[in-house]
C-alpha cells in the first residue's frame, strides 16, 4: 500500500510539481489550498506525512499545525513545514512541526526528508 502525504499550499505550481514528483516516487499524493477544517481533512485522508506551507489561508501554518498537534489522533504525523520566510525555523518551532523545509528548494532535498519523516 503506498504511503499517502497531504499538502496544504495555496500555490497551484508547488502543488503540480510536489505532486509530479511524489507520485513518481510512488506516493499517494492528497492537496488542499487551505487549512479549513483541517482535522478534519486530515483524519479524512490519513496520511503518513504532511507538508505545511506557512502562508495557507485561513488560518495559517503555524495555527494549522499547533491546532493538529493538539489532537491526540493526530499529532504523531510528522508535519514539514515548508516556507519561503527568512524565518521557517523559529516558525516550524513555534508551530510545533517536526522539520521544516526552505523554498525554494532542491527536489532531492524534498524527496529526503519526506522520505525522513515517513519512517520515524
Not at 489550498?33 to 501554518?61: A, E, F, K, Q
Not at 513555534?94 to 532542491?106: I, R, Y
Amino acid at each position: 500500500m503506498p504511503k499517502r502525504i497531504l499538502i496544504f499550499d495555496d500555490d497551484v505550481d508547488i502543488l503540480s510539481i510536489c505532486t509530479y514528483i511524489l507520485e513518481e516516487q510512488g506516493w499517494e499524493v492528497h492537496t488542499s489550498p487551505h487549512c479549513n477544517n483541517i482535522d478534519t481533512t486530515v483524519r479524512s485522508v490519513s496520511p503518513d506525512v504532511i507538508l505545511m506551507d506557512n502562508w495557507i489561508p485561513d488560518t495559517g501554518g503555524v495555527v494549522a499545525t499547533q491546532t493538529l498537534k493538539r489532537q491526540n489522533d493526530l499529532k504523531d504525523i510528522p508535519v514539514i513545514y515548508f516556507s519561503a520566510n527568512n524565518d521557517i525555523q523559529s516558525l516550524a518551532k513555534q508551530a510545533g512541526a517536526d522539520t521544516f523545509l526552505e523554498k525554494p528548494f532542491d527536489l532531492n532535498e524534498l524527496e529526503s526528508i519526506i522520505s525522513r519523516m515517513a519512517n520515524t
